[in-house]
């Protein structure tokens, strides 16, 4: 009987230490969390012997970048069932945090084929990740700054908004705003398709310069 008492509390103390760690690691600062999707790009350029497949997209440059100024970050993405665990494992030993990531069962990642020729590069869209919504941004999410960097439309108005109210520095990408998927998924820049977004987004950032 004794020994079973000591067990239910041991059992008890387990729950309970294992709940703070969660807690702990759902409050955790970042100094920069980047919201948008990964893209699994295939490169041709007359540099490279052979069309080479290569993990990029916003989350994936910005993350490494800060990590080499030492800081902290995370992101808020989606991919699908073809996001390999080689470029899970690959990002964590880079020291990004993937608790925001989101792998979708029977959904594709966002795919392009880059071709770079006589200084210029063609860009065609050949898969595209679910859309980021306000229930994917974490309530819990505390980081010093957020950077929004769509590639395909991907992330909503809403969830921009969401993600102003937990940070004090959001800064927006505005590329994809002002891009159109032509015939083949091939890519041409064009006028901004969002002036609601960019303009509401300025207005924010106004907000808050004059609000420090």
């Known amino acids: 009987m004794h020994a079973i008492i000591c ?16 807690c702990t690691v759902l409050i955790r600062m970042f100094d920069l969390t980047t919201v948008g999707h990964f893209a699994i790009d295939l490169i041709s350029s ?28 995370s992101v808020i993405s989606k991919a699908g069932e073809d996001f390999t665990r080689e470029y899970v494992s690959w990002l964590k030993s880079e020291g990004v945090n993937l608790s925001g990531l989101r792998l979708v069962k029977g959904a594709v990642s966002t795919r392009f084929i880059l071709k770079y020729r006589n200084g210029g590069r063609k860009l065609q869209l050949k898969g595209q990740a679910p859309p980021i919504s306000p229930e994917d941004v974490p309530n819990t999410l505390r980081t010093r700054a957020i950077h929004v ?29 002002c891009g159109d998927l032509m015939n083949k998924g091939m890519c041409i820049q064009r006028s901004v398709r969002n002036k609601k977004f960019l303009v509401r987004s300025m207005y924010t950032s106004r907000r808050l310069t004059k609000s420090r």
Request: aromatic share 6%; charged share 20%.
């Open 149 to 177: 960097a769509p590639i395909t439309n991907e992330v909503s108005l809403e969830a921009v908004e969401k993600l102003r109210t937990l940070t004090n520095t959001l800064s927006l990408d505005p590329r994809d705003f």
């Open 7 to 22: 067990f239910k509390i041991l059992t008890r103390y387990i729950n309970l230490i294992s709940y703070l760690i969660q």
């Open 46 to 73: 007359p540099k490279i012997a052979s069309p080479r497949l290569t993990l990029g997209g916003p989350p994936t440059y910005a993350s490494l970048a800060a990590r080499k100024l030492g800081s902290k970050v």
